[in-house]
């Protein structure tokens, strides 16, 4: 069997690329102009998972997310905050890349930012404009006219004149050959950052960036392009449009893959809407793995309603696999376990369209088989090896969650005098010992080894 993924252009389930090639996969980045939250969290924990298991499963991918460091937003919180927008973006994409690594996220390879690439963006601009597919007008904008584009809103499954329509509404298309078409170029206004091209000091528009990022790093044709489904309609949309009347490749992307929203009561978890939960908190209460496990319960493609018993459930679980995977082995006679049985289910999940929910249930059973043949004191060590290697596939640690600075070695005094107080039978106060501990956040566990303690 080979890995099979949902593809939002054609909207069935279909078999990604032989692994003989380099695969190109681009992922859409964040715009920093704010604190990112477990959505963003949710979205490249996904893609992350996607990536590992590729690679896990022998494929070579050149990974690309751009940063979108030029935007309305950006400059209005410069300018709020009497800064520039690139101190502004540099700050979050400081911040956003230091939680990525708290939550083990792989790396992408290149990470290319917009105010990087103006040249590529005023060549594509440029090459558009002159095969009739953009046109520019005398305030400096320059726009992507769709009425050239047969097809457009194939992906989105929308109609052109629909489209039309509904922005004809909502906002004056006065300087527009058609409400629909959207900005490439954006003419300079006061206040604004801005750099020359052809038709005056301006910026690029939002789409034009993606496009002009992926075509330098990857070419004119990508084999995954990801996202939350919110891209899909405008900007993947119409990131098609002005690739394929870039390059007048067809398809611009072979495979498109979208994840599923974080919900919060009934809607979206969205920074324009201020109903986020940061990041930065998230693994504070719950933990890089705790984090990954809320996620992957899920299915990539479905809604994820956030609450705070289903993210303790997930911190409890992490735990659950950790205490498998990391305790000693009693090094007794073999186990009974098949560890290859285990391996197969969690492939055949992942190869199906990336069932992460099922993959976790493999691993979940396996920890349940190697508790029990621990306690009739089997050797459970190539079990235990191969709890962590499919829970690294996952990007699950199975690390101790981390106290404070510098408390390990007062909660080891701790635990030491409670362990005292129990050699003297002095049972009352080595419990309240473990019970003012508990009160912290730790808890000990005696076993014939000794006492071990770990932190909720």
């Known amino acids: 069997m080979t890995l099979r993924l949902y593809n939002t252009m054609s909207r069935r389930v279909e078999e990604i690329a032989a692994r003989d090639d380099e695969l190109k996969m681009y992922v859409c980045g964040i715009t920093p102009y704010d604190h990112s939250h477990l959505g963003h969290a949710m979205s490249y924990i996904i893609f992350d998972v996607l990536r590992r298991y590729m690679e896990y499963r022998g494929y070579k991918l050149?990974?690309?997310q751009n940063y979108t460091d030029i935007d309305d937003r950006i400059i209005m919180k410069a300018n709020a905050q009497g800064l520039s927008f690139d101190q502004v973006a540099q700050s979050f994409i400081d911040e956003y890349e230091a939680e990525m690594a708290q939550l083990n996220i792989t790396p992408a390879h290149i990470y290319p930012r917009a105010t990087q690439e103006i040249p590529q963006i005023i060549e594509m601009v440029q090459k558009l404009i002159?095969?009739?597919?953009a046109y520019a007008i005398e305030s400096g904008d320059v726009y992507y006219n769709v009425r050239r584009d047969a097809d457009y809103g194939k992906l989105s499954g929308r109609n052109v004149d629909t489209i039309s329509k509904d922005y004809a509404r909502v906002e004056s298309t006065e300087e527009k050959r058609d409400p629909a078409d959207f900005a490439l170029w954006?003419?300079?206004k006061p206040g604004e950052p801005s750099w020359d091209s052809p038709w005056g000091p301006g910026r690029p528009g939002w789409h034009i960036e993606c496009s002009a990022m992926s075509y330098r790093y990857l070419g004119a044709q990508?084999?995954?392009?990801g996202g939350g489904q919110d891209l899909i309609f405008p900007h993947h949309e119409n990131e098609i449009a002005q690739s394929e009347g870039y390059t007048g490749v067809r398809p611009f992307v072979k495979h498109w893959v979208h994840n599923g929203w974080l919900t919060l009561g009934e809607e979206k978890m969205s920074k324009s809407l201020g109903n986020t939960v940061s990041i930065s908190d998230g693994l504070r209460d719950y933990g890089a793995d705790g984090l990954r496990i809320f996620v992957l319960t899920?299915?990539?493609?479905?809604?994820?309603?956030?609450?705070s018993e289903s993210l303790e459930s997930g911190k409890r679980a992490a735990e659950r696999l950790r205490i498998a995977a990391t305790l000693p082995d009693p090094d007794g006679p073999?186990?009974?376990i098949k560890p290859d049985e285990f391996r197969q289910r969690f492939v055949d999940a992942m190869d199906d369209d990336l069932n992460t929910a099922a993959a976790l249930a493999s691993l979940f059973d396996l920890a349940r088989e190697i508790n029990r043949a621990r306690d009739e004191g089997r050797?459970?060590?190539?079990?235990?090896?191969?709890?962590?290697?499919?829970?690294?596939?996952l990007g699950l640690t199975l690390?101790?969650?981390?106290?404070?600075?510098?408390?390990?070695?007062?909660?080891?005094?701790?635990?030491?005098?409670?362990?005292?107080l129990r050699d003297a039978k002095q049972f009352a106060l080595a419990d309240s010992v473990r019970d003012r501990l508990a009160d912290l956040g730790i808890t000990l566990e005696d076993s014939a080894e000794g006492t071990r303690w770990r932190s909720k």
């Open 298 to 307: 899920a299915h990539y493609r479905a809604p994820l309603n956030y609450s």
């Open 62 to 64: 050149k990974h690309v």
């Open 334 to 336: 073999p186990s009974d």
């Open 130 to 133: 002159e095969n009739d597919r």
């Open 399 to 420: 690390k101790e969650r981390e106290t404070a600075d510098g408390a390990e070695p007062f909660i080891d005094l701790l635990v030491q005098l409670r362990n005292d």
């Open 186 to 188: 954006k003419g300079a």
């Open 222 to 225: 990508l084999d995954i392009h």
């Open 379 to 393: 050797s459970v060590r190539e079990a235990q090896a191969m709890l962590r290697m499919l829970a690294g596939v």
